[in-house]
């Protein structure tokens, strides 16, 4: 071969070269984009689910929030309910009797219910304690208290326990049988 010859056959490879290089760069550039395409397409969509599960979230927090917002007052209200009961409980029976007294031992037995009935609209109930096995979620041992019955079961109420809907407001302050 001549040198004449090889330097033909080299211009024609960079020729064919030169030629090749625009669609491997282009292929090369189309690749790299499809890339990023796929990877913001998959961006995207993380962001929609951040987006859907942030919306859930508040959407729950905005619905608890108004189905407990009277939580606290209802805690401050239960004190004031405790105390109408322990009065009327303190009344004794002979002044119940006496007819300048019923008006008045009426009116406080009225103004018991209506806020029962104002617990009930609200969903605030009474916890059942007494009879009951002891449920730390929702009763309070205060005390052990010999008794026949089974360790464990409630046999003395000192407080009344309340939920409201399905939440603990405030636990069942109790006396409970002791084992042995």
Do not use: C, W
């Amino acid at each position: 071969m001549t040198d004449e010859t090889t330097d033909t056959q080299a211009d024609d490879l960079r020729e064919q070269t030169a030629e090749a290089a625009p669609e491997v760069a282009e292929h090369d550039r189309l690749a790299e984009l499809e890339q990023q395409l796929a990877e913001a397409k998959q961006a995207t969509l993380y962001a929609q689910a951040d987006l859907q599960n942030y919306r859930r979230r508040a959407e729950k927090e905005a619905a608890d929030a108004r189905q407990y917002a009277a939580t606290s007052f209802a805690r401050d209200i239960l004190s004031v309910a405790d105390n109408l009961q322990r009065g009327l409980a303190a009344i004794p029976a002979e002044l119940r009797e006496d007819e300048k007294m019923k008006g008045l031992v009426a009116g406080l037995e009225a103004t018991g219910r209506e806020i029962e009935s104002v617990f009930t609209r609200h969903g605030i109930t009474k916890i059942a304690a007494l009879g009951e096995v002891l449920d730390p979620n929702k009763h309070q041992a205060m005390l052990e208290v010999p008794s026949d019955v089974p360790a464990g079961t409630i046999v003395q109420e000192m407080q009344a326990g309340y939920m409201i809907k399905d939440r603990l407001l405030r636990p069942a302050l109790v006396g409970v049988a002791r084992a042995g």
